[in-house]
Structure formats: structure tokens, C-alpha cells
């Protein structure tokens, strides 16, 4: 694609007298906004947060468990799961295939288990990839495992595996061989949102894709969100090849601009960019802090981020720097039932 015919200088003066009226190539420059032109850049994605949601600095108590390592163990699942439970957890989150060993209803049996362990609890579980096992596994269409599910306390669906939405990327990160399609993976995510699900959306940037790729991912989950309100935040995670922070500063905040009024909250993902550029982040456009990710002491390996936790009052702290008010949240956004 060709270099944008448009300066920093005017994105940044358009951005700040309309930010819904940017253009693809405003936005891509705005990408490689750096120094004094970043720091503005930020500061309008802030005060765009501002607008919409106020100062509360937002987070989850949750619990991250392996569906390899625990699908195929119900009763290992309920302890996990009353456990996370006890210690304040109002989210388990599930990532992972379910071992074969579990049968054709194994993924379908694992959210009975979560659902009957802790009742009030929510289910946030199931990639896509694992959504079209499940409902190949049984027989049934996506839509059928999807109600089913639902019915059984799957309350939401992980956006992740969304990678990049463009299949030559999805290409070359699969070591040139196809992956799964941009078409299919937004089907499954709306077939998702139809049903009555929620669903986190992703970028995971810094890899091969252009900015101009990375943009063009934002617009397409802005347009899936203006259909369906499904979305309940965005999340950027680095790539193996490490983004600069310069980079991901950039990203966070032009994703603020493009995605305001379609998905509200933009999550500063700690665990991937460490607390010193999460504060920055929270300082250029992002609400949200994510989960504490609760490892208990039952089986801290269950889960794939074993020892990566946060405590409330690291949140505190955190809030406490930025002069925000610190708010726990469901995984909706709603406040907690208190007991």
C-alpha cells in the first residue's frame, strides 16, 4: 500500500475536531505517531475515554484454567472452581481444547461442572477454534453447540485466535500454510453474539502485518460491533517479535478513536506489557486493566499463566498513580453481587 498522502500533524488536528470522521490513511499515520505528536495523540485518546466512561480505572477478579490440563477431570474442575469462588472470583475463563478423552459432550459437560460448582459464577471459555471442535465433536451445527452451552452457563466467548483479520497475514503466521479464514472466524463470533453471548475482540500486532492491515482489523471488529453490540472491549497483545512500546502506545490509542461508540472499553493487558507501560497505556485511551488472574492453592498449574497474578492492592496502587478511582467489575462491566 502506498505511504499515506497526509501528514501527522493534520491526522492528529482532524482526530482532535472529529475523531469518527478519520480516514484509513489518517488513522495509519496516527500509527507512527512518536515524541511531542504521540503524546498528543494520547491525550485526545484519553480525554475520548474520558467522554465515554469517566475516570473509574476497571477490573475483574478471575481465575484462567486450561481446558487440556482440566477438561477431562470434572471433579478437579468443581474444586478449581469453588476455590476461585472463595477467594472472589467472579470469572472463570477457560482457553484450551478439551482432551478427546472427555467424550463428544465434553466441553458441554465442562460448563455444567463450572456452572453447578458455583452458581452466579460466569463461564468465559471457548476460542473459536475450540467452539468449532465442540460442535464437531458432538455433530452439530456452531449455532446448536452455541445455544446449548449457553442453556448449560456459558455466559461468554474468548476473542482471541482472531490473530490478524486478513488470511495472507493468518497465512504467514501459520508457516504458509492456510489458517483458519477471517470469514469463518467472524462467523462463528456472531453466531456467538446472536445467541446472547458476549465476546472479548483481540489484535495480536507486531508481527508481519502493516499498519494499514492493523486498521483495517479495527474497522471490521467496529463494523461486526455496530451489528451485533457484542463486544464488551478490545485487547492488543504484543507479538512474539515484540512491538515497541513507542508502537503499542500508538496502537492503544488510535484503537480509542476508531472503536469509540462501537466497543466501549479498551483493556490495558498487564500481564503482556508489564505495570510501567500498562500505566501509559491507561494514561492514552484504555479504562481497563483485565483480570487479576487468581492462581489459588490448589492447583496453580491449571492454568497457562501460572504465577503471573495481580493483588488488589497492586490495582490500588496502580489507580492510585494514575488518580483514578478503582472500580472491580463483572465480566459484562456490571458491579458485583456482594454477599
Not at 475515554?49 to 477438561?71: E, I, K, P
Not at 442453556?151 to 483479520?165: C, F, I, N, Q, R
Not at 512474539?240 to 461508540?261: E, I, K, Y
Request: proline letters at 6%; charged letters at 25%.
Amino acid at each position: 500500500m502506498p505511504v499515506p498522502d497526509v501528514s501527522v500533524r493534520a491526522a492528529l488536528t482532524g482526530a482532535a475536531r472529529d475523531h469518527h470522521a478519520l480516514t484509513d490513511a489518517e488513522a495509519v499515520v496516527l500509527l507512527g505517531a512518536d515524541g511531542e505528536d504521540l503524546e498528543e495523540l494520547a491525550a485526545l485518546a484519553d480525554a475520548v475515554r474520558r467522554d465515554r466512561l469517566g475516570d473509574a480505572l476497571t477490573f475483574v477478579v478471575n481465575r484462567n484454567l486450561d481446558g487440556t490440563l482440566v477438561g477431562a477431570d470434572p471433579g478437579h474442575v468443581r474444586d478449581l472452581v469453588r476455590e476461585a469462588a472463595a477467594l472472589g472470583a467472579t470469572e472463570v475463563c477457560v482457553q484450551g481444547a478439551v482432551p478427546a478423552a472427555a467424550g463428544a459432550e465434553g466441553y458441554l459437560r465442562l460448563v455444567e461442572v463450572v456452572a453447578s460448582a458455583a452458581p452466579g459464577i460466569h463461564l468465559h471459555a471457548f476460542r473459536v477454534p475450540e467452539v468449532l471442535d465442540a460442535a464437531g465433536r458432538r455433530g452439530s451445527s456452531v449455532r446448536e453447540f452455541l445455544l446449548a452451552a449457553r442453556d448449560a452457563g456459558l455466559g461468554s466467548v474468548p476473542g482471541t485466535a482472531a490473530k490478524v483479520l486478513d488470511d495472507d497475514v493468518r497465512t504467514v503466521l501459520n508457516d504458509g500454510v492456510a489458517d483458519l479464514p477471517v470469514a469463518r472466524w467472524l462467523e462463528v463470533v456472531t453466531t456467538a453474539h446472536e445467541v446472547g453471548l458476549t465476546s472479548t475482540s483481540t489484535l495480536v500486532h507486531g508481527g508481519p502485518e502493516t499498519p494499514a492491515q492493523q486498521v483495517a482489523h479495527l474497522r471490521l471488529l467496529a463494523d461486526t460491533a455496530a451489528r451485533t453490540q457484542g463486544f464488551t472491549e478490545f485487547i492488543a497483545m504484543p507479538s512474539p517479535a515484540g512491538p515497541s512500546p513507542r508502537a503499542v502506545r500508538a496502537l492503544h490509542a488510535v484503537a480509542r478513536l476508531l472503536l469509540d461508540g462501537r466497543i466501549d472499553h479498551v483493556q490495558a493487558a498487564w500481564p503482556k506489557h508489564g505495570l510501567d507501560l500498562t500505566k501509559q497505556l491507561l494514561r492514552g485511551g484504555a479504562d481497563d486493566l483485565g483480570g487479576l488472574l487468581l492462581d489459588g492453592s490448589l492447583d496453580p498449574s491449571a492454568g497457562q499463566e501460572q504465577g503471573t497474578t495481580l493483588t488488589r492492592a497492586d490495582a490500588a496502587a496502580l489507580a492510585e498513580r494514575l488518580g483514578r478511582p478503582l472500580r472491580q467489575r463483572t465480566t459484562r462491566y456490571g458491579d458485583p453481587v456482594r454477599p
